[in-house]
């Protein structure tokens, strides 16, 4: 699974210094790494939690500005 490498926060743009690769297998397959890597993050995600199919996609700026 996809894990976040280090805290990221609701907005961020995810690099790839931010993904890890572990098991189990409880959150996004690895071979959606490139579509991870450099969409935003939609929540706030902790260090070593699986990063999860809802969890990363884009997020217009009025949309970060009202939460």
Do not use: C, M
């Amino acid at each position: 699974s996809l894990v976040a490498a280090r805290v990221l926060r609701r907005g961020q743009v995810i690099g790839r210094q931010d993904v890890a690769i572990k098991r189990p297998g409880t959150g996004v397959p690895p071979e959606f790494l490139d579509i991870v890597v450099g969409s935003r993050a939609l929540r706030n995600i902790n260090e070593d939690e699986p990063i999860g199919i809802y969890d990363f996609g884009t997020l217009n700026d009025d949309a970060l500005n009202d939460k």
